[in-house]
């Protein structure tokens, strides 16, 4: 089992920056991925960036060039560091984590969430 916890979140005016961090503890096993995702009311979870174990990295094209995502292996943490934030990225945003037990078996960990409130 692994425990996500997401910690950064707050309200923002338009322009602002926030940096949304999200620490994994819990798990034996090394985390394959770690990503975030967001959700506004009312709107689909949508996908937002994700990093490999490797550093591999790749954003959803509403945020590139506005918000990158580091990860530290060795504490097993992800960061988002969101800037130019738009009324538009207001959501609930999530971090994922992957762990890989096999080539056809994986299991997904989700943190509990935490609100970015962006105002024009």
């Known amino acids: 089992q692994v425990q996500l916890v997401e910690s950064g979140g707050g309200s923002v005016q338009a322009g602002g920056s926030l940096r949304l961090s999200c620490a994994a503890s819990g798990s034996g096993r090394s985390i394959n991925a770690m990503g975030w995702y967001r959700q506004a009311p009312g709107k689909q979870r949508e996908w937002v960036a994700i990093?490999?174990?490797?550093?591999?990295?790749n954003y959803a094209d509403s945020v590139k060039g506005r918000f990158t995502i580091s990860r530290d292996n060795a504490k097993n943490t992800v960061s988002l560091q969101m800037n130019s934030l738009k009324p538009e990225d207001t959501a609930v945003y999530y971090c994922k984590a992957v762990v890989v037990r096999s080539a056809w078996n994986r299991d997904d960990y989700w943190g509990q969430g935490t609100q970015v409130t962006v105002s024009s």
């Open positions: 990093i490999t174990s490797g550093g591999s990295k």
